[in-house]
């Protein structure tokens, strides 16, 4: 199925609910362009400076858990979608805009590039036993960290199918780590929601304790 290229895809839930799993399976499915913020900022993280004091200190703020300056994380994924938008392709996001502030930001120049009526906005719900459960055992993989597939990671998969790369546990995929993580969603994402709802964003609903078929075929309805 070919999405309008003109359309952005945002993904919301919480740590482990699956919003990379399924944004994986969106670009593949649609020939829309999956605009991952974390690797954004992975990427500026593998090439910090030890001198430039205010990448390191973002730097520590990630690996604690905890979301990186607003400010910093809504220019680099601005800049990105600008540059997407620019060569008519469309996006998916998982996991962004990960703050009100961001929000603020990022929904209207969403609406400026694509108009309001290709913006669709999935939350996927877990529960906060079932996140801690699934990130403690998650495995992505080392070069692209492609998240892997439960049943596989059951069957002892050492090598990412869809790469090759070494299979492993994310480090920020600890249950100290977690308790921050989920703690950080509460506090600074769930906002967001209330925000879209009151500028008439619809926000779509999907149970992300699905298998991860059942939970694609759900998101792929809504955008036939």
Avoid at 124 to 152: F, M, Y
Wanted: charged residues 30%.
């Amino acid at each position: 199925m070919t999405v309008h290229s003109k359309k952005t895809i945002l993904i919301f839930g919480m740590p482990g609910s699956g919003k990379d799993t399924q944004a994986d399976l969106l670009q593949k499915n649609t020939g829309l362009v999956r605009v991952r913020t974390s690797k954004l900022l992975e990427d500026k993280f593998n090439n910090t400076d030890p001198s430039d004091t205010f990448l390191m200190e973002q730097k520590k703020i990630w690996h604690e858990g905890k979301l990186n300056d607003p400010e910093w994380v809504t220019s680099i994924v601005i800049e990105k979608i600008k540059e997407l938008s620019g060569k008519n392709k469309g996006t998916i996001l998982s996991a962004s805009p990960r703050t009100l502030y961001e929000a603020k930001v990022e929904m209207p120049l969403f609406e400026e590039l694509y108009g309001r009526d290709n913006i669709k906005i999935f939350l996927l719900k877990l529960s906060d036993e079932e996140a801690v459960k699934r990130n403690t055992k998650r495995l992505v993989c080392e070069a692209n960290e492609h998240p892997i597939d439960p049943k596989l990671v059951e069957e002892g998969i050492k090598i990412c199918p869809i790469d090759g790369s070494l299979v492993v546990t994310r480090t920020l995929d600890n249950e100290e780590t977690m308790k921050m993580r989920l703690s950080e969603f509460y506090n600074r994402t769930s906002p967001i929601f209330d925000f879209l709802r009151e500028n008439s964003f619809q926000i779509i609903e999907i149970n992300g304790e699905q298998p991860i078929e059942k939970v694609h075929e759900d998101i792929m309805e809504y955008l036939a």
